[in-house]
């Protein structure tokens, strides 16, 4: 059976601190819609699996400098 003690919708708030920015930065990317969101009645939540795997498409690979100048 599912454990059900880990929380899977997020406030503005808790999305806020779990990905380390403002919550003016949360409801500016709510409001461009970049981020994935739930509305729940008038409520805004977050799946926490849809945020992890949105941080994962955000990701940048470095860039090897190395190899780029032996071309």
């Known amino acids: 059976m599912e454990d059900r ?3 899977r919708l997020l406030t503005v ?3 806020a601190s779990y990905l ?3 919550k ?3 409801y500016q990317h709510i409001h ?5 969101f ?3 009645g ?4 977050f799946d926490l699996e ?3 795997c949105w941080i994962k498409e955000q990701s940048v690979e470095p860039f090897d400098y190395e190899s780029s100048r032996r071309r």
């Open 5 to 7: 003690t880990t929380k």
């Open 50 to 52: 849809r945020i992890d």
């Open 42 to 45: 008038r409520a805004v939540r």
């Open 32 to 36: 461009e819609r970049t981020i994935p």
């Open 13 to 15: 708030d808790e999305a």
């Open 20 to 22: 380390g920015m403002t």
């Open 38 to 40: 739930v509305k729940v």
């Open 24 to 26: 003016g930065s949360i």
